[in-house]
C-alpha cells in the first residue's frame, strides 16, 4: 500500500511517500509562512518522480495540529480534497500530540510524559499522559507556570518544539528525558496513524484549534 502523509502545522512544510514500510520519497522545509503554496506542488512533484498518480495512494495521514491556525487550516483542506477525487482513499487526521508522545523509547517514559508545542506566544500547546501513555487530561494552552505545577513533583519526560524554550528559565523539575526536535518528524506522524489504520480508529481530518486565530483590526 502506498502511503501519503504531510505536515504544515507548525514551522514547516513536511511530506513523505512510503510504500508500506519503504519510504520512496520524503521532503521537509523549515519555514514560517507559504507552506500552502507548496505542499501540493511538492506532492504532485513526488509521485511524478515515482510514477505514481493520486488514484495510486491507499493511505493519507495528515496532522491536524495544533499549530497556526492557517498551517492547520492548509494542510486539514488539502487532506480533504483528496477523497474527493479518489473515493477508495483511507484518510486520517492525527494530532501533533499523538505523533510527537511515539518519539519516546518505553525506558524514556517518565511519571508524567508532556508534549509541549510552540504557540508563538508566551503560553505552550500540552498533552499530558501517564507512564502507560493514557491522556491525563484534555489537551489544552497552558502558561508557563501553570504547566511547571503540573509537573512538579513528578519523574517528568519532556518532547516537543516548545520544550526548549519551555526550558530557558531554571524549571526546578525532576527531568527524566528531554526531546526537542525543530519540529514534528513526518515519521512519527506516519508511524501513528498506520497503527491507528490498523486497530481500524482513524478519524476524518478535523483542525485542531485549542485557542481563537490571532485577528488584526483594521486601522480606521
Known amino acids: 500500500m502506498y502511503i501519503l502523509a504531510f505536515d504544515t502545522t507548525a514551522a514547516q512544510c513536511s511530506i513523505i511517500l512510503q510504500k508500506d514500510n ?3 520519497s520524503r521532503y521537509n522545509e523549515y519555514m514560517d509562512f507559504g507552506q500552502s503554496e507548496i505542499l501540493l506542488p511538492q506532492i ?3 509521485l511524478k518522480s515515482q510514477s505514481l498518480q ?3 495512494i491507499g493511505l493519507l495521514l495528515v496532522c491536524v495540529g495544533p499549530g497556526s491556525f492557517t498551517g492547520v487550516r492548509a494542510s486539514v ?3 480533504r480534497i483528496f477523497p474527493l477525487a479518489c473515493p477508495k482513499l483511507s484518510v486520517g487526521g492525527i494530532t ?3 505523533a510527537y508522545i511515539r518519539g519516546f523509547s518505553p525506558e524514556e517514559l517518565g511519571e508524567i510524559n508532556a508534549v509541549i508545542i510552540e504557540t508563538k506566544r508566551e503560553d505552550f500547546y500540552v498533552q499530558l499522559y501517564d507512564k502507560n501513555l493514557h491522556k491525563i487530561e484534555e489537551a489544552c494552552a497552558m502558561s ?3 504547566l511547571i505545577n503540573a509537573l512538579r513533583y513528578k519523574k517528568v519526560s519532556l518532547i516537543g518544539d ?3 524554550r519551555f ?3 531554571p524549571s526546578g523539575l525532576s527531568l527524566h528525558c528531554i526531546k526537542m526536535p525543530e519540529a514534528l518528524p513526518i515519521d512519527l506522524l506516519v508511524e501513528c496513524g498506520l497503527q491507528q489504520y490498523r486497530d481500524k480508529k482513524l478519524d476524518f481530518p478535523k483542525p485542531l484549534y485549542l485557542r481563537a486565530p490571532d485577528v488584526t483590526l483594521p486601522k480606521a
Do not use: C, I, T
Request: charged residues 30%; hydrophobic residues 45%; proline residues 0%.
Open 77 to 79: 483542506a488539502a487532506a
Open 162 to 164: 516548545g520544550v526548549e
Open 144 to 146: 508557563y507556570n501553570d
Open 96 to 98: 501533533a500530540f499523538d
Open 54 to 56: 493520486f488514484s495510486d
Open 44 to 46: 504532485e512533484k513526488m
Open 167 to 169: 526550558l530557558n528559565r
Open 22 to 24: 519503504q519510504v520512496l
